[in-house]
């Protein structure tokens, strides 16, 4: 099992930028693939981006293509979230993702606030 622990959350006024890390706890890191999720007040949990065991693939959301982008570092463990252009609409407590290659199980962070004010 994978513990992950999120960081970077804030609130911030529309146009600005954050930068959100996910640390996971387990060596093995590098065998996960990453991803990222957020829950608007009043909505289901969705989808915002994901990243490759190596790093070499990504992929988004629409809603948030062009603006944010999705990392990791192996050596550190870690995945990241740049995220730019930030709109009132991408307040939501954002979620770290970890899917383990071969049974598929998922393992979630605890969760960081991002509000954004107009």
């Known amino acids: 099992q994978v513990q992950l622990v999120e960081s970077g959350g804030g609130l911030v006024q529309a146009g600005g930028s954050l930068r959100l890390s996910c640390a996971a706890s387990?060596?093995?890191?590098?065998?996960?693939?990453m991803g990222w999720f957020r829950r608007a007040p009043g909505k289901e949990r969705e989808f915002v981006a994901t990243i490759s065991r190596s790093g070499g693939s990504t992929s988004y959301a629409e809603s948030v293509k062009g603006r944010f982008t999705i990392s990791r570092d192996n050596t550190k463990n870690t995945v990241y979230l740049q995220m730019n252009s930030l709109k009132p609409e991408d307040t939501a407590v954002y979620y770290c993702?970890?899917?383990?290659?071969?049974?598929?199980?998922?393992?979630w962070g605890q969760g960081t606030q991002v509000t954004v004010s107009s």
């Open positions: 993702n970890a899917r383990a290659t071969l049974t598929s199980s998922d393992y």
């Open positions: 387990k060596r093995t890191f590098s065998t996960y693939t």
